[in-house]
Nanobody, 119 residues
Framework: QVQLVESGGGLVQPGGSLTLSCAASGSIVPIYLMGWYRQAPGKQRELVATITDNGATHYADSVKGRFTISRPYAKNTVLLQMNNLKPEDTADYSC?????????????WGHGTQVTVSS
């Protein structure tokens, strides 16, 4: 049973920075694709950024140039460095994992961590 556990959320002022971390337990093989999604109150969940196990990245236009996703440690750990945060970045951020060749119904999800950007 693979579990994703997030940490690093919190309250930050506009222009500030936060780093989210997600670690997967229970998987002995690298997870092909890991990433972050977010959902703000009253809005649909949206993709923030993804990274493959060989380092290929993808970002939502709204976060390009401000957020950086990486897998610097163990293969099944992913970080999201968020700089120049804006109030519209306020959301619940969830870690996601997908194995190549498996259906989306087998994807892994964390429980989420809240990021609030407010003065």
């Amino acid at each position: 049973q693979v579990q994703l556990v997030e940490s690093g959320g919190g309250l930050v002022q506009p222009g500030g920075s936060l780093t989210l971390s997600c670690a997967a337990s229970g998987s002995i093989v690298p997870i092909y694709l890991m990433g972050w999604y977010r959902q703000a109150p009253g809005k649909q969940r949206e993709l923030v950024a993804t990274i493959t196990d060989n380092g290929a990245t993808h970002y939502a236009d709204s976060v390009k140039g401000r957020f950086t996703i990486s897998r610097p440690y163990a293969k099944n750990t992913v970080l999201l460095q968020m700089n120049n945060l804006k109030p519209e970045d306020t959301a619940d951020y969830s870690c996601h994992g997908h194995q190549l060749g498996r259906p989306a119904s087998d994807d892994y999800w964390g429980h989420g961590t809240q990021v609030t950007v407010s003065s």
